[in-house]
């Protein structure tokens, strides 16, 4: 019986290895607004971009994320910029934070639920019908930033709280992850380096806290 030469077993171990297919990155869809393409802060620092980043260093690989978002839209500006997109759905992960806008408009909260309801079941399709991996963001109190100083900050609050339990409402009737990152966001005067430089958004260092908050959901659900 011939024995093997280490050199035969050398190449028989590559071709095995590479005739194995290499398990391709995880995709993340992101839908939003301002608080996801990052205004006023660098590509890094925004949160799709950092939880990326913190998700390779735990051997998750996540693919750059597809972003679609613009400052300044609300649910139907949103809904159009989707409509725009070229999409190649099914994404493993897709994430919907919105409304901020709609809030600051002084939008009708009703009509508010129908557009935002219509966005979280594209989300889904999106996902692939894979309800476990869509996340909604809760919407942050920008009525605690620097910008909104001489404005009606309790009335803001309410509104935004207001706007939010909507958006919870809506998740609970579909068993969706909602990620409450608005108490975070109200910590702001006590953490000062968490406001950018616009005064009116999150810096890249509070967009870490979220993702902090996020990374328990790729840890259990990849």
Aim: net charge negative; glycine share 6%; charged share 20%.
């Amino acid at each position: 019986m011939k024995t093997l030469h280490p050199l035969g077993i050398f190449i028989l171990v590559l071709l095995f290895f590479g005739c194995q297919e290499k398990t391709p990155p995880l995709r993340l869809l992101a839908l939003g607004d301002s608080y996801t393409i990052g205004e006023s802060l660098s590509e890094s620092e925004r949160w799709p971009i950092q939880l990326a980043s913190e998700l390779s260093k735990k051997n998750i690989e996540l693919a750059s994320p597809t972003i679609i978002a613009k400052t300044g839209w609300t649910t139907d500006e949103l809904q159009e910029g989707i409509n725009d997109a070229p999409l190649d759905y099914p994404y493993d992960w897709v994430s919907l934070l919105i409304g901020v806008n709609n809030q600051y408009r002084g939008g009708d909260i009703e009509k508010f639920k129908a557009e935002f309801e219509n966005l979280l079941n594209q989300a889904v399709i999106f996902s692939g019908n894979n309800k476990e991996h869509v996340i909604v963001i809760s919407i942050p109190d920008w009525g605690v930033m620097p910008y909104a100083a001489d404005r009606n900050q309790e009335e803001i609050a309410f509104e935004i709280d207001n706007f939010n339990q909507a958006i919870y409402e809506i998740c609970v009737n579909y068993n969706i992850r909602f990620i409450d990152i608005t108490p975070l966001s109200r910590q702001v005067s006590k953490h000062p380096e968490w406001i950018a430089s616009d005064g009116l958004h999150p810096s890249g260092i509070q967009y870490s806290k979220w993702v902090e908050e996020l990374l328990p959901l790729f840890k259990t659900n990849q």
